[in-house]
């Protein structure tokens, strides 16, 4: 299945069956989890955090 953006970006969607190995996967490597609600709802794009981080010590 694919589904395309405002851009026009075509992507391809995981079958149930892609997205369960891929869950097997994660749950099997001790590095890594899946992450939660809450972790989702903390995460921000990486160029807000460079921003932040640039202003946070006084550069320009």
């Known amino acids: 299945m694919h589904v395309t ?3 026009g970006m075509k992507y391809r969607i995981a079958s149930k069956e892609e997205t369960r190995r891929i ?3 994660i749950a099997a490597d001790p ?3 899946e ?3 809450a972790e989702m709802a903390e995460l921000r794009p990486l160029s807000a955090q460079v921003i932040f981080h640039h202003r946070s010590r006084n550069l320009p």
Do not use: F, P
């Open 23 to 25: 869950r097997e996967g």
């Open 5 to 7: 953006d405002g851009n």
């Open 31 to 33: 590095d890594t989890h």
């Open 35 to 37: 992450l939660t609600h």
